[in-house]
Each structure stands twice: as structure tokens, then as C-alpha cells.
């Protein structure tokens, strides 16, 4: 492959390389504001509070579908039929199988107590070693079309290692999978052990589906900057996974189900939250860099959320987390009036997923198996593009003497 892009030479693209200190260029912290491509995947609009998803409203599509139909109109542009429906679930369920190589890696980092997101960072790498996995897509599994062998196989396999080495960290054994289930309802099987109701079942698919894509994040940024040097699927979604960690992109949720459960009563919520913002600490699951008005991601979970709490005994605790809600958005405003600080998607994902019984190391991971699916989507469009991303730095030290 060429690259048009070079590292050093002043070209016509970009005729500021080179230039004296003197002529600055504007600078863009954070890459706010900068379109790098164009997309079909999904639109988000910060001022209106829209997230289109390959054509759909997120608020249309989520709460509707399967995980696999999402897929597949994230992956194809379009919903698919019965048949390619059926060919999809078989297709991830032939590749439901984890090398024994990461099952072993899975044992020692359980013994270790390996953080989950650091464990899934490793556990995919080490598809690596698969001999199934091939470049040349000459594995002994040959691709589906139209989907990619290596995309398939990570998506089957990621929420294995997830769930196996969750059930290792509780002394219990990993599972194997049952040959019925869909997507969702199999992830919370291989973690719980048993079939999951369809409200839970629902609830995870909305909750998939929701956060599947969302323009050009940290996290998909990486993959597409990894997978624009030419490497492999496989790297760039392990590098994706590490941009996703941090707690001011996917790592977000845990806290703010923790701030949920440290106010314990709605009568404490203002002070608590005051004192947090004293003490110079962010709400989280608040405040977004793109969204101006709430993330309308938080309503679709917040639609899950309720039903998934509707009949259950923690009822109070989507009341709770309700009213914790409007006293942060009421001290957002008070605290920084020009910034528009609302709630963004980890507020409610938090709520969904222990509703669903994760604890909350796991939500992160959680949110990296559904988000891998818009990386390799994305890794697509990037190949095609074939164009090297590489901005640029403005020196600042010292001049040599
Ligand atoms: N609580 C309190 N203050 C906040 C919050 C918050 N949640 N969010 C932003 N602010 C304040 C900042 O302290 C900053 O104040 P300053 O100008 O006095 O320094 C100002 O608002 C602007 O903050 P930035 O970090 O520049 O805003 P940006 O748009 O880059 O940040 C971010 C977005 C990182 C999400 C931020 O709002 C935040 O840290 N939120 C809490 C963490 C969180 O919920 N993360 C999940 C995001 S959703 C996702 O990635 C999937």
C-alpha cells in the first residue's frame, strides 16, 4: 500500500511542514472541531442532541432490534433479512471458541487479580497467537460474506473472555456456550450461569445497540490512526481498548454508580454533590465534549433502565438515581452556566447494567464488546481511505545553540 501522507516534507496537502516558528499555525487541543473524514456510520449532533446510527435515530433503532441486526447495519447499511439474520448468529456462534492460550492467560490474570479492562486488553491480543486468524484469510475458517473472518471471530470471542474471566475471579469455571442463545442473551448466560429472562435479555440488546458507535471518539479514533499505518484488525481494536479505559471516555460508569450508592438517599444527594464540586472533582456521567444538550443516549437507557427496574426489588434505586440526576444537572448549572453540563450515556449504562447483575469493573468491558463492532467498522472505512492520519506538534523547546 502507498501512502500519500509523508512525515517530513512540505507538500502541497500541507505546506505548513517546515514552516519558521514565527508563522504558528492555529493550534487545535483535543482535535476539537476537526473533521478528519466523512462516514456512514453515525451522526452526532452536540447542539440538537441527535446520534443517527447508519440511518436510524438512536432512540428509533436501539430499544428495536437485535445486537447481530445492528451489526449488520452498522457492518452492511442496511437491516438485515431473515436469512442473513440466521447466517450472522451462525457465523459468531462457529466462532465461539477461545484459543487455549487465552484461556490460560484468562487463569493467571484471575489469580492476579488483573483489572478487567487490562485482562480483555490482553486476552484479545492474544488472538494473535490463533492460528485462525490469517491475513491472507486463509485460516481454517474462511470469511462469511460480507463480513470480515477476524471481525466475526473478535466479536464472538471477546465476550467470552469477559464472562470467563469474571466466573474465574468468583472460583467458578468458565462455561460453555449454549447453542440457542443470541448475543445478549448469551453474554448474560456465560456469566450467570443461567438463561436470562427476555426483559434482561432486551435490556442488554438495547443497551449494545446504543452505544455501538458515536463518530470519532477517543477510542475510534485510535483504531482508525492504528489501522491507517496499514496494521491489523486485531491491533487496532486492542489499541482502541486502551483509549477506552480511561475514565473520561469509557471508564466513567463505575464511578458514577458508586456517587449513586455514596448518597444512599435522595435527601443527601445536594449536599454531597456540592461538596464534590468544592473539592474541584467532576460528576461523572455528566458533562460531554460533543453533546451541548443531554446525550440522547441517556434516554434510551434511561427507557431500559426502567423497564429492566419495573418489577424488581431495587425499584428505589432507579428513583434513586433519577433524583441524583436532576440535583447534578441543577448544581452543573450553578457551577459552570456556560459550559451546558448534562447527562451523558455512562450515567444510565451504569444503572442498566447492574440492573443486570454485572458488577461495575465490568461495565467498561462491557461497553468494548458492543463499541468493537463500530472500531471495525470504522478500521473498514479507514483501509479504504488509504491515507496515513499524522497532524502535527509545535515545538516549543529550546533551540539548538
Ligand atoms: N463535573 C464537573 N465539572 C465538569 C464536568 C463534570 N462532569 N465536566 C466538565 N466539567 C468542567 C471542567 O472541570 C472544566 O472546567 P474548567 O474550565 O474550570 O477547567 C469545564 O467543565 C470543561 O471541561 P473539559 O474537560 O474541557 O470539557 P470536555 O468537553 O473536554 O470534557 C468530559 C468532556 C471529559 C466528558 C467531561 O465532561 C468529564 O470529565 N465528565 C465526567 C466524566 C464522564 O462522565 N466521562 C464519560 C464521557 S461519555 C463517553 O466518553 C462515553
Redesign the pocket.
Known sequence: MTHTATDTAPSPSNPAVGMPSSNKPPLHP?LADIVLSETRLSRVDGQRGELVLAGYAVEDIAPRVSFEAMIHLLWTGSLPDDAELAALRRALAERRILPGATVALLRKAAERRVHPMDTLNMATASLHLSTALSTSGEGPMQSVAPYDDTALRLLASMPLMVAAYERLCQGLEPLAPHPELGHAAQLLYLLHGEEPSDIQARALDTYLNTVID?GA?ASTFTARVIISTDSDLVSAVVGALGALKG????G?PGP?LDMVFEIGEASRAEAYLRAK?ARGE????????VYRVRDPRAAVLEGAARDLYREGPQRELYELARQVEAAALRL?AE??PE?Q?RT???FYTALVLHGLGLRSDLFTPLFALSRTAGWIGHAEEQRRERRLIRPRLWYVGPEPV
Not at 282 to 289: D, V
Request: net charge positive; hydrophobic share 40%; glycine share 16%.
Open positions: 483535543g458515536h471518539n475514565p473520561l471516555h469509557g466513567a458514577a464540586l467532576r460528576l461523572m456521567g455528566f458533562g460531554h465534549r452543573l457551577h459552570k459550559r453540563l451523558n450515556v455512562e
